[in-house]
T-cell receptor, first 116, second 114 residues
Framework: DGGITQSPKYLFRKEGQNVTLSCEQN?????MYWYRQDPGQGLRLIYY???????QKGDIAEGYSVSREKKESFPLTVTSAQKNPTAFYLC???????????????FGPGTRLTVL | DQQVKQNSPSLSVQEGRISILNCDYT??????FLWYKKYPAEGPTFLIS?????DKNEDGRFTVFLNKSAKHLSLHIVPSQPGDSAVYFC?????????????FGKGTRLSVIA
């Protein structure tokens, strides 16, 4: 049963604490992505990785960090430097390195992070 | 600067009628376009796509039209059903410009009224 899993579904943290969101895929996809969704803002790209041990900043990378030590895993750390961390976080993957033609992007179910 | 724009934040349609969701883009390098559907608290699911070599792609009740000269695409859903109520995202990619991620619009919330 292939797909993308994100855990947990809901996460609560105190202000000032770092928190790591999990994203795992068993689709054998090379590229993985992290997005943030806020009301009325659509999907904004945080970080992406085209291949293991390599990643690039997206449009809103400040206050976030990632790692890509394994093909299947792309965890996202929300640091205390992120000014407004409460949001819905989505992980996605594509088979190719481009996210483009014939490479449909598949999404996980998301993690709702609330910082108190 | 938004490269993919969905100017209508919301749309209401009666059940059985046609829903038309619009999307405009500014980057002339975009050559592949996708529509995603998203329910609350869930990840988006892929709906339909179109390459710039085509001007229409159809899949059941869903049809996407592409007008390259106007840099405009639209998603038609007919007939609309209550289960179609969701947020729809338009996305675009420049496949010949190296490894670039999809660029998403801000979404349009569709409400299908029974």
């Amino acid at each position: 049963d292939g797909g993308i899993t994100q855990s947990p579904k809901y996460l609560f943290r105190k202000e000032g604490q770092n928190v790591t969101l999990s994203c795992e895929q068993n689709l054998n996809h090379d590229a993985m992505y992290w997005y943030r969704q806020d009301p009325g803002q659509g999907l904004r790209l945080i970080y992406y990785s085209q291949i293991v041990n390599d990643f690039q900043k997206g449009d809103i990378a400040e206050g976030y960090s990632v790692s890509r030590e394994k093909k299947e895993s792309f965890p996202l750390t929300v640091t205390s430097a992120q000014k407004n961390p409460t949001a819905f976080y989505l992980c996605a993957s594509t088979s190719g390195g481009t996210g483009g033609y014939a490479d449909t992007q598949y999404f996980g179910p998301g993690t709702r992070l609330t910082v108190l | 600067d938004q490269q993919v724009k969905q100017n209508s934040p919301s749309l209401s349609v009666q059940e059985g009628r046609i829903s038309i969701l619009n999307c405009d883009y500014t980057n002339s390098m975009f050559d592949y376009f996708l529509w995603y559907k998203k329910y609350p608290a869930e990840g988006p699911t892929f709906l339909i796509s179109i390459s710039s070599i085509k001007d229409k792609n159809e899949d059941g009740r869903f049809t996407v039209f592409l007008n390259k000269s106007a840099k405009h695409l639209s998603l038609h859903i007919v007939p609309s059903q209550p289960g179609d109520s969701a947020v729809y995202f338009c996305a675009a990619s420049a496949t010949n410009s190296g490894n670039t991620p999809l660029v998403f619009g801000k979404g349009t919330r569709l409400s299908v009224i029974a």
